[in-house]
């Protein structure tokens, strides 16, 4: 089946840094891939989507040039959490899917911890 | 605003019961409804999916249930396995196509062995 693997899995930086997350679809070409962001015992948040070959699709509330999106390839797209704060810990979860109107096949997410 | 959420927020099951939970979904444009599996520290895992022309799905041990009449979808795992305890989160597509899904909130299911 379709697979998705994300890296890192886990990532603390200080505050002012920048971290960069990356999601790939290993068996198959993903056009599109979504970033989603999870607070604790909380649900799937969409942030993004991420469009290959174009500017990605921010959902309200979410800062464009705070999280950068690059999709550069079919089976490659970055998230950058640019000058983190503490305020931006969190699990990272990125998904894609091989075909129209499929399930998503999601990353095993990132945990952000910024110090 | 629309929304997708659950009736019980945690489920607490003997290992070899039956499993349901529920979902009710607001937004009467869905028409894909997804149910995913999350693990502590992972993503979320594919088990079944619904589409709007059909009321039942059944894939290996699990149901999925779409009562569109009242916007409600539910999933039935039988014979609970410890290796089920997670969390699980229906998900709704209201545009039609591919991604852009609304997750609920989630329902922790716990398997007493």
């Known amino acids: 089946g379709a697979v998705v693997s994300q890296h890192p899995s886990r990532v603390i930086c200080k505050s002012g840094t920048s971290v960069k997350i990356e999601c790939r679809s290993l068996d198959f070409q993903a056009t599109t891939m979504f970033w989603y962001r999870q607070f604790p015992k909380k649900s799937l948040m969409l942030m993004a989507t991420?469009?290959?070959?174009?500017?990605?699709?921010?959902e309200q509330g979410v800062e464009k040039d705070k999280f950068l999106i690059n999709h550069a390839s079919l089976t490659l797209s970055t998230l950058t959490v640019t000058s983190a704060h503490p305020e931006d810990s969190s699990f990272y979860i990125c998904?894609?899917?091989?075909?129209?109107?499929?399930?998503?096949?999601f990353g095993n997410g990132t945990r952000l911890t910024v110090t | 605003g629309e929304s997708v959420g659950l009736h019980l927020p945690t489920l607490s099951v003997q290992e070899g019961d039956n499993s349901i939970i529920n979902c009710a979904y607001s937004?009467?444009?869905?028409?894909?409804f997804i149910w995913y599996k999350q693990e502590s520290g992972k993503g979320p895992q594919f088990i079944i999916d619904i589409r709007s022309n059909m009321d039942k799905r059944q894939g290996q041990r699990v149901t999925v249930l779409l009562n569109k009449t009242v916007k409600h979808l539910s999933l039935q795992i039988a014979a609970t396995q410890p290796g089920d305890s997670a969390v699980y989160f229906c998900a709704e597509n209201p545009w039609g196509s591919q991604g852009n899904l609304i997750f609920g909130k989630g329902t922790k299911l716990s398997v007493k062995p």
């Open positions: 991420s469009n290959e070959g174009s500017k990605a699709t921010y």
């Open positions: 998904s894609a899917t091989d075909r129209g109107n499929s399930p998503l096949h």
């Open positions: 937004n009467s444009a869905s028409d894909y």
